[in-house]
């Protein structure tokens, strides 16, 4: 079963964190179907990611990463 399986790896990946003393944050879906806790959750890491950035005083807007992605996958 997946969700079994997923359970499990989230909770060995939090006990990486843990032991590596990384800190994290557990968020959560609204209540749903299935697509609308992705959009959601797609909607606030977005978010998330963008006020990180800014309070770190880095541009969120060059993705380099997906740029090259995208340049490896035209290939």
């Known amino acids: 079963d997946d969700y079994v399986k997923t359970k499990e790896r989230w909770r060995i990946l939090k006990e990486f964190f843990n032991l ?10 609204v209540k749903g179907n299935i697509i609308s806790k992705i959009i959601n ?14 309070i770190s005083g880095v541009d969120p807007s060059p993705v380099s990463a997906i740029d090259f992605i995208k340049e490896h996958l035209s290939e």
Do not use: T
């Open 41 to 54: 959750l797609i909607y606030l890491l977005d978010y998330a990611s963008i006020y990180h950035s800014v």
């Open 20 to 29: 590596k003393q990384i800190e994290y944050k557990e968020v959560s879906s």
